[in-house]
Structure formats: structure tokens, C-alpha cells
């Protein structure tokens, strides 16, 4: 007898069925590393969207993103090629916008979501320290001023050298180091987390527990339910090509 699909199978399976039908169709067999680390498609280069050639740093990372694109069952699709869209995005933005890209990144940094701390409920007090702590005291060493913490929604400015010390370190960076930390800065909230585990002081376990302590706290009252959990699990997705992106290109 056939087992029944629950409620939550059901709606994962229409929506992966709607999503299917506006994904392309793979259109080839082979996929192969070329000698200049590009992406060889039945013998066709690949390009970026901006029509630049996908060519890679490292042989890891090629053969990283060669693996995603063998993985494709019968359709493309982006959202399971996280490494791929992460080096699209370095060769047509890091080049053209990094000095707003470099803005972006101290932008987040003047109003760091690790600075601000709920003042209640306790547990959720208790959350915040635990994850958020950690990242304001490395980054009083790291970037030599401390971060200004605030409790609640009132602003609270953060002094000019420690925006000015953000923007020394990410101008310092190569164009794919910078479009890693961009990337994850806007995936976290927060510039000084993605700081901390860019210059390898921070486990990826520690970044993804500190990027999602108020969620998991609200997850610890109140459950998740599916839609929450299929959010979640996509942004986990993009967390992680984001972790495997760092550690080829550092």
C-alpha cells in the first residue's frame, strides 16, 4: 500500500513542481576543468551572467564549482549551486563596485545588529551574550575600538575609528575575500560577524548560531513551522556556500 504524504510533503512537492517549470533544462553532458581553471560545458565555456568567462582562482574551487554543475538532475537550478552564483558575483561585481561594496560593508557596521541587545526577556538577554558577546570583544582587539552596544531600537552611533578600521580591512581584501565578506554581511546583519569569521577567529557553527540567536530563541518558544523551515533552510544553504567560498579563496 502506498504510504499517504503528509501536508507538509505535499506543499514541498508543488512547490518544487512550479519552481521546476520555470527552471531551464540541462542541455549537456559533460562538464570538465580547462586548463586556465574555466568551466567547460560539453567543451563550452561558461560565463558569468555579465558575459565574463567563469574562470577561478584555484583548482579547488573549479572543481568545486564543476561538481555543481555535474549535480544538476534535469533542470538548472541556481538556488542549488550556491558556490557558482557566489563566483559570478565576485567577477562582475568586486571589479566594477568595490568601493560601494566596501561602503556597504562599514554601512552595516554603524548599525551592527550584534550591538544591539534586547533589554527582555532574560532568556533572549541570555541568547544575545552568549552568541554576540564573543564578536564585540574581538573585535575591540581586532579592530581597536570597542563596538558601542545599545539596548532596544535607539541608535546608538559607532565611533569613526571603528567604522574607519572596517573599511581598512575590507579595502585590504582581494576581490574574492570581498565579495565573500559582502555577501555574508548582508546574509548576517552583521559586518563584525562576518569579519570575525572571515579572518578565521570564528567556527562557521559559531557564525550561524550567532546570525540566527534571536530566531532560534523565538524557535525555542514557539516551534517553526514549514514555511519558516524551507526559509531557513534556504538561507542555511546560501550560510554554507558562503563558509565553503571563504575557505577556498583564503
Given at each position: 500500500m502506498a504510504m499517504r504524504e503528509t501536508n507538509d510533503e505535499r506543499m514541498k512537492r508543488l512547490i518544487t513542481d512550479s519552481f521546476k517549470r520555470d527552471l531551464p533544462k540541462r542541455f549537456y553532458k559533460s562538464v570538465e576543468v580547462s586548463?586556465?581553471?574555466?568551466?567547460?560545458?560539453?567543451?563550452?565555456?561558461?560565463?558569468?551572467?555579465?558575459?565574463?568567462?567563469?574562470?577561478?582562482?584555484?583548482?579547488a574551487f573549479a572543481n568545486l564549482v564543476a561538481e555543481e554543475w555535474r549535480?544538476?538532475?534535469?533542470?538548472?537550478?541556481?538556488?542549488?549551486?550556491?558556490?557558482?552564483?557566489?563566483?559570478?558575483?565576485?567577477?562582475?561585481?568586486?571589479?566594477?563596485?568595490?568601493?560601494?561594496?566596501?561602503?556597504?560593508?562599514?554601512?552595516?557596521?554603524g548599525n551592527d545588529m550584534v550591538c544591539y541587545w534586547a533589554?527582555?526577556?532574560?532568556?533572549?538577554?541570555?541568547?544575545?551574550?552568549?552568541?554576540?558577546?564573543?564578536?564585540?570583544?574581538?573585535?575591540?582587539?581586532a579592530l581597536g575600538t570597542a563596538p558601542l552596544r545599545a539596548s532596544g531600537?535607539?541608535?546608538?552611533?559607532?565611533?569613526?575609528?571603528?567604522?574607519?578600521?572596517?573599511?581598512?580591512?575590507?579595502?585590504?581584501?582581494?576581490?574574492?575575500?570581498?565579495?565573500?565578506?559582502?555577501?555574508l554581511t548582508t546574509l548576517t546583519g552583521s559586518s563584525l560577524l562576518s569579519l570575525m569569521r572571515q579572518q578565521g577567529a570564528l567556527s562557521a557553527e559559531a557564525a550561524w548560531a550567532a546570525a540566527?540567536?534571536?530566531?532560534?530563541?523565538?524557535?525555542?518558544?514557539?516551534?517553526?513551522?514549514?514555511?519558516?523551515?524551507?526559509?531557513?533552510?534556504?538561507r542555511q544553504n546560501d550560510f554554507n556556500g558562503l563558509v565553503h567560498f571563504l575557505a577556498l579563496v583564503r
Open positions: 586548463d586556465s581553471l574555466g568551466i567547460l560545458l560539453d567543451g563550452r565555456s561558461v560565463k558569468t551572467p555579465s558575459k565574463k568567462p567563469l574562470v577561478l582562482p584555484n583548482a549535480a544538476q538532475d534535469t533542470h538548472i537550478n541556481p538556488a542549488l549551486m550556491p558556490v557558482t552564483k557566489l563566483a559570478n558575483t565576485a567577477i562582475d561585481r568586486a571589479v566594477s563596485e568595490r568601493e560601494n561594496i566596501i561602503a556597504e560593508i562599514v554601512g552595516y557596521a533589554d527582555r526577556p532574560p532568556q533572549l538577554v541570555a541568547f544575545q551574550r552568549q552568541h554576540w558577546q564573543p564578536v564585540l570583544d574581538w573585535a575591540k582587539v531600537l535607539t541608535h546608538e552611533p559607532q565611533p569613526e575609528t571603528l567604522l574607519q578600521a572596517v573599511k581598512v580591512k575590507a579595502g585590504s581584501l582581494d576581490n574574492w575575500n570581498l565579495t565573500g565578506l559582502f555577501l540566527n540567536a534571536e530566531e532560534d530563541y523565538q524557535i525555542s518558544q514557539w516551534g517553526l513551522d514549514w514555511e519558516a523551515r524551507i526559509r531557513r533552510e534556504g
